[in-house]
DNA sequence: CGGCAACTTGAATCGCTTCAACCCGAGTGG
DNA sequence: CCACTCGGGTTGAAGCGATTCAAGTTGCCG
């Protein structure tokens, strides 16, 4: 919730920091290897991009600001978003020697990120960095079930869910209110679906589901009762007790 | 007993220790360990959940025989895999500290499971798995584009071509044929549709792709050729030179 | 002002699901 | 021995959800 180590209980000021602090303990050192980090982000214009397929994918680097897509193009030119990276997200990071990048990354806005520091030595950052894989391999889990098991209308909410909760841990999110910088062309990339669509879905849940969203921002309702409704439960990796997902 | 290291260079008999000896050099040590792992195999019915979602996974172990599938249930009971578990496959890996099973996994077949030896002294073993864990998301992300923007006959088509892939790489498949365990409802569960459609499609695929599935083995006439034709190209998640596996 | 990108809406079409019936081979038990 | 069931495969017909194509709107920016 509030970031972790000690002098502050304010959202953290910087949402990257805020979400890396929220997955693991950062401990003095870690932070400051951070924010020295963050002192060399670079921006990034909009349609960029930042790796592509089947190369090497440079240095780890962290999301500052900004949305980006991991991205995989069909041969009749059709796009289908992998996952949305956010703001401190990881990009580029492998575990394998000799890495080859298996999808494109692309800023879908303007976007700073800066160099992820070396974990070798800070133990705390390397937990950080395995958590933070953890969760991205679990939200790859859910868009394989949204675009597999649900449809039109329950992939959307579905995702917005997601995001809601992604954002939260940033501290980019309160009550199920957000910024949203994509077009609905970009929402149908990531849901499998057509723009027209999604337009069409979109209105149906403002009707039904209470959702506002005025082209900036997204508002839910009750995020807790519609991940309920639709059936979502919150993305959890580690943590042996169980978290209050109670249904008593 | 000795599989890869000196003598034979016919196929490893034991598919599981061939596909991990193609991910990465094992060497005496690695090939010893895993042989002593082996030899404690146990048998696991089909049906029979190994992991469950939300609990904790259990100590790692690899996939010696049979298939398995990591699964999601949606509320309405519907089912989607997540990824199909196949021989020399690893599960329950996983880098953060107290993991929760993000997905439960269940036998497809009858299988036999063995205890995957821990990595920690093993670096060419720590290698194996980095790699194997990197080729698994790697086809998570070609599950998320088959269903994000494929059709039906694509889907079927694209997944056939995976399977080949990753059963050649145990010794399990020879010029595009090999055995085939699952059935087409099951096959429905991966590719996220219904058993009917699936059943559809396969005709087709029978009339027009000179594909021949008699329930129990598969053979795809040319394999590399199809994935010219539907734009597949086969996985690779390392080495910047290019890789062959060639199917001569 | 024109031009462009994003959003909106309608109508026709298509792909997939749904529901149904039926076939077949492998047990199983009277 | 045959009637029975049961899981898996096969096929047809009807219905719906999503796509496609098209036209029109809005807001923004040079």
């Not at 501290?171 to 209110?177: R, T, Y």
Request: charged residues 20%; proline residues 7%; contains cysteine.
């Amino acid at each position: 919730m509030s970031s972790i180590p000690s002098r502050r209980s304010l959202p953290a000021p910087v949402p990257a920091l805020c979400r890396l602090a929220a997955l693991a303990p950062l401990g003095a050192t870690g932070t400051a290897a951070l924010e020295a980090a963050l002192s060399q982000a670079v921006d990034i214009p909009a349609r960029r991009e930042l790796i592509l397929e089947g190369s090497h994918p440079g240095e780890p680097r962290i999301i500052v600001k900004g949305w980006a897509a991991r991205v995989r193009m069909q041969v009749d030119g059709s796009r289908q978003f992998l996952s949305l990276l956010l703001p401190g997200d990881l990009i580029a990071l492998f575990g394998q020697p000799d890495p080859v990048a298996t999808s494109t990354v692309v800023a879908l806005t303007a976007l700073k990120v800066c160099p992820a520091p070396s974990c070798d030595r800070l133990p705390s950052l390397a937990s950080a960095y395995a958590m933070s894989k953890a969760i991205e391999d679990a939200y790859l889990l859910d868009q394989i079930g949204r675009l597999g098991r649900l449809r039109a209308q329950g992939r959307l909410l579905h995702l917005l869910l997601e995001l809601n909760e992604r954002l939260s841990l940033a501290g980019l999110a309160q009550n199920g209110s957000f910024e949203m910088p994509l077009t609905q062309e970009q929402m149908a990339d990531a849901l499998g679906l057509t723009a027209v669509h999604v337009n069409r879905m979109l209105k149906q849940a403002r009707r039904e589901c209470g959702l506002v969203w005025d082209g900036r921002r997204v508002s839910i309702a009750d995020p807790v009762q519609l991940g309920v409704r639709i059936g979502r439960a919150p993305v959890r990796v580690s943590g042996g007790r169980r978290q209050e997902l109670s249904t008593p």
